[in-house]
Nanobody, 114 residues
Framework: QFQFVESGGGLVQPGGSLRLSCAAS????????MGWYRQAPGNQRDMIAF???????SYVDSVKGRFTISRNNANYTVFLQMDTLKPEDTAVYYC????????WGQGTQVTVSS
């Protein structure tokens, strides 16, 4: 059952940028607050940013000022622009509703390393 498909991850040097995309099912996306989550090895999966349908955003302190979440309501897509990446940003990144529901995509791996 299609829910979320994340893409755009990769290997990047510290200080670099990546833009993640997430395609969501219309039934999930419409009207929902959408969030980006990440999970590093050995850690729990944490929310790092969310965006309302109206475009209001919120970020955790560790990514504030470096990451930007956005959404395209017509295409049921949410984005995460990540700038000034740090090694501690290395994780698998997922999108989901906020609060999260039980269905997850495969995620996209982001590795920040020189």
């Amino acid at each position: 059952q299609f829910q979320f498909v994340e893409s755009g991850g990769g290997l990047v040097q510290p200080g670099g940028s990546l833009r993640l995309s997430c395609a969501a099912s219309r039934s999930i996306f419409s009207g929902a607050i959408m969030g980006w989550y990440r999970q590093a090895p050995g850690n729990q999966r944490d929310m790092i940013a969310f965006i309302t349908r109206a475009g209001e955003t919120s970020y955790v302190d560790s990514v504030k000022g470096r990451f930007t979440i956005s959404r395209n309501n017509a295409n049921y897509t949410v984005f995460l622009q990540m700038d000034t990446l740090k090694p501690e940003d290395t994780a698998v990144y997922y999108c989901n509703t906020y609060p999260r529901n039980k269905f997850w995509g495969q995620g996209t791996q982001v590795t920040v390393s020189s």
